[in-house]
């Protein structure tokens, strides 16, 4: 298991830092060979671009809808809340995640898989219901949509396989007590900077070959 694994839990690359704010043009992100993909087995945060808060799953339940967990945004990088395995079928660990793949994401806290259904509307902004699923069936799927690989610190979009809709956050909409702060996250038709997200902190397995640069 030596070198597998690079943690990165309480501190963001220089590129982070150059796209939230302190620079008009951001940086591109610099990583020895191999640490630079999103890889199937690793374990990840999910930023949201346009707020820089973590897709996390606060464990407080929808009092509408599906009843299902609650997913959220929240400005908390450093909560245990956050951590999503990437589960790529068929792939070895290790192996990059291809864009244009479907990937289920299990909050490593719960064990639970980011959900989404049409069945359900979001109980602030009435899109479509992001919930955390105690199970494993279709409407797990997401498609990470961008160019080549993913990649860590580069913006994607994931796209809802069973409904086409796109996971986003929505800056205005946030929720009060028992979870002040956090904001709700959905899923929606329309792939605006809304739903823009990117790899950040976790526990990332190296890429096992040059051939995925």
Not at 60 to 81: E, M, N, P
Not at 115 to 139: L, M, N, T, W
């Amino acid at each position: 298991m030596r070198n597998l694994l690079l943690l990165a839990l309480c501190a963001a690359s220089t590129a982070h830092g150059s796209l939230f704010g302190k620079s008009d043009k951001p940086a591109a992100p610099s990583f020895e060979e191999g640490w630079e993909h999103v890889t199937a087995g690793s374990t990840i945060k999910l930023a949201h671009v346009k707020t820089d808060a973590r897709l996390t799953m606060p464990q407080v339940s929808y009092g509408t809808g599906s009843q299902q967990q609650a997913i959220t945004a929240h400005k908390d990088a450093f909560s245990t809340k956050g951590f999503w395995r990437v589960e790529v079928e068929g792939a070895e660990r290790g192996a990059p995640v291809e864009c244009g793949r479907a990937v289920r994401l299990i909050n490593s806290d719960s064990d639970h898989s980011l959900h989404s259904h049409a069945a359900h509307k979001s109980p602030i902004s009435g899109q479509q219901e992001v919930s955390g699923f105690d199970g494993r069936d279709a409407g797990d799927m997401w498609t990470v949509e961008c160019s080549g690989t993913w990649r860590r610190e580069s913006p994607v979009l994931l796209r809802h396989v069973d409904t086409g809709k796109y996971l986003v956050s929505l800056p205005n909409k946030k929720y009060h007590q028992p979870i002040s702060g956090h904001i709700e996250v959905s899923a929606a038709k329309k792939a605006d900077s809304n739903a823009h997200w990117m790899a950040l902190e976790g526990f990332y397995f190296k890429a096992p070959s040059a051939k995925y640069s």
